[in-house]
Structures are given as structure tokens and as C-alpha cells.
């Protein structure tokens, strides 16, 4: 008489599973990471081999046209330094991060960064990597 069971339990495991549930995460977070943006002004920096840091500082961002963008808020070049202000408030280390565009001129540059010296603010030029 044969009393062995039919049904033999194997102790391997299979992968398949998990293997499904991790490539569905990393689809998952590559298009979401493509979706999360710094700035909502798309600008073409200029190259530098260096590293910007990033802390609570507010953006200027100016446009090839000429445009000023105080965090993605257009502003009038007259108005930009009272606008500065309002934004930056009472903050004990308060700093801008220029972003401008490869063709704008060096006065547009000078012109932001001259309202932050004059406010004791301290200023940072923002730059793509090489």
C-alpha cells in the first residue's frame, strides 16, 4: 500500500512576484521625479563646474525677453527690489538665487544683484553643470 502524499511542498521560492512590484516603483518614481520641478521657468543656464547648494532663499529668474520672475511671479524690473523685500520679510539670512539665461546681458545681472548689496543680501548666480 502506497501512503505518500500527492502533494509535495517545495522550499523554493519564487521571485517573479517581487521582481513585478519593484519594477512598477522604479516606473513609478521615474515619472514622478520628471513631474517635480524647482522652478516652473524652464531657462537655460549657463555652464560651471560647480555645485549650487540649496537652502530657503528666494529665485530671480530673467528671461532672454527680459522678463523678471521673483519664485515664478512675474514682476516689473521698476518694482523688483520693493518686491524682493515683501518676499523675503524678516528672515535672519536672506539670499536669492540669480537664474538667468545664457544671452542676457551682464547689466540685468549687475542691476539684481545691486538691489542685493545694497539690502545686505546675499546673492548666488544659479548654473548648469558641464
Known sequence: MNIRGRNK???EFNMSSMTDIVFLLLVFFMIASTLVSANAIDLLL???G??????????????????????????AKNKLEA???????DL???SIVLRA??????????????IANRNKIKSTLAVRSK
Not at 523678471?68 to 514682476?75: A, L, Q
Open 50 to 75: 560647480g555645485k549650487t547648494t540649496q537652502s530657503k532663499s528666494l529665485s530671480v529668474s530673467i528671461t532672454k525677453d527680459l522678463d523678471y520672475y521673483v519664485d515664478s511671479e512675474k514682476v
Open 83 to 89: 518686491y524682493i523685500l515683501t518676499k523675503i520679510g
Open 101 to 114: 539665461e545664457e544671452t542676457v546681458e551682464l547689466k540685468d545681472f549687475v542691476y539684481v544683484m545691486d
Open 92 to 94: 535672519e539670512k536672506p
Open 46 to 48: 549657463p555652464k560651471s
Open 9 to 11: 511542498v517545495t522550499p
